[in-house]
Nanobody, 122 residues
Framework: QVQLVESGGGLVQDGGSLRLSCAAS????????MGWFRQAPGGEREFVAA????????RYADSVKGRFTISRDNAKNTVYVQMNSLKPEDTAVYYC???????????????WGQGTQVTVSS
């Protein structure tokens, strides 16, 4: 089992920045790829960004590329996503997830956090 706890969400103005954190406990953190997903009201949970277990490989959704940066600190069992130039359409609940495979697909992630709300006001 892997337990994940997100933090860092909040209310920010259009163009602002936030950094989300996800602290993991349980199994060996570096064995897992980590992903960030988000779900807006009435929408499906969608892929945002992923990082491999080593931290050397990352991937982003086109909608956030160039604005968001995913990173991880395996010594601290934590994954981050730095979100810059935020837009109202980034408003959603953001979830971190852990999986054995580096993937953009929700189904490939086995463990999920409870989510943290990000609201971007116009």
């Amino acid at each position: 089992q892997v337990q994940l706890v997100e933090s860092g969400g909040g209310l920010v103005q259009d163009g602002g920045s936030l950094r989300l954190s996800c602290a993991a406990s349980g199994r060996t953190f570096s064995n897992y790829a980590m992903g960030w997903f988000r779900q807006a009201p009435g929408g499906e949970r969608e892929f945002v960004a992923a990082v491999s277990g080593s931290g050397l490989t990352t991937r982003y959704a086109d909608s956030v590329k160039g604005r968001f940066t995913i990173s991880r600190d395996n010594a601290k069992n934590t994954v981050y996503v730095q979100m810059n130039s935020l837009k109202p359409e980034d408003t959603a609940v953001y979830y971190c997830a852990a999986g054995r495979s580096f993937s953009t697909r929700r189904v490939d992630y086995d463990y999920w956090g409870q989510g943290t709300q990000v609201t971007v006001s116009s």
